[in-house]
């Protein structure tokens, strides 16, 4: 069955651009819309950004001006850079699978991602 | 910045029925069908509840939910030590051209 794979560096310093990686298994990301949610320690889930295979793209207004989304069709990959990190970037990044219906029914595992010098 | 608001907690005894609720206004949930999710701390979210009222396959019908108005809630029925967990309702939003995550629901099994 498809399933989700989030990596990234565990550790990123303050001012710095985080990058992270969603590798979708089991099937292709053709036909979805692609979504990066985070949870800060604490606190709950917050919807960071979408992107469609066919590049279509939107971001939650609050991150907009610091976040990039991408889809790689050739690797099956969806990718998030987010600038400017501080430690409110603090949070387990989550990838999501809408196919096109208003909700995430597949979600990866997460990955962990600490903002700190 | 939430504009769904949940109860921050909700408890109840095993084989008890709980109910979470998602408030929201005509602009989101007046407007939009909502999903719910329960998540376990360090796992994936899990969808249990989709376009208001519908349960994804392998979801026990212990799960319900249900719209009215402006506000969603979510049931458990026969409360269950597993069902330990944190809930969010959600929707998608047409008019952000995102989606939108409750303020999320701890549930707590006594």
């Known amino acids: 069955q498809v399933q989700l794979q989030e990596s990234g560096p565990g550790l990123v310093k303050p001012s710095e651009t985080l990058s992270l990686t969603c590798t979708v298994s089991g099937g292709s990301i053709s036909s979805a819309y692609w979504s990066w949610i985070r949870q800060p320690p604490g606190k709950g889930l917050q919807w960071i950004a979408f992107v469609s295979s066919s590049g279509f793209r939107s971001y939650n207004p609050s991150l907009k001006s610091r976040v990039t989304i991408s889809a790689d069709t050739s690797k099956n990959q969806v990718s998030l850079k987010l600038s400017a990190v501080s430690a409110a970037d603090t949070a387990i990044y989550y990838c999501g699978r809408d196919e096109g219906l208003g909700y995430f029914d597949l979600w990866g595992q997460g990955t962990l991602v600490t903002v700190s010098s | 910045q939430s504009v769904l608001t949940q109860p921050p907690s909700a408890s109840g005894t095993p084989g008890q029925r709980v109910t979470i609720s998602c408030s929201g206004t005509t602009s989101n949930i007046g407007s939009d069908p909502v999903s719910w999710y329960q998540h376990l701390p360090g796992t994936a979210p899990k969808l249990l509840i989709y376009?208001?009222?519908q349960r994804p396959s392998g979801v026990p019908d212990r799960f319900s939910g249900s719209k009215s108005g402006t506000s969603a809630s979510l049931a458990i029925s026969g409360l269950q030590s597993d069902d330990e967990a944190d809930y969010y309702c959600a929707e998608w939003n047409d008019s952000l051209n995102g989606y939108v995550f409750g303020t999320g629901t701890k549930v707590t099994v006594l």
């Open positions: 376009n208001n009222d």
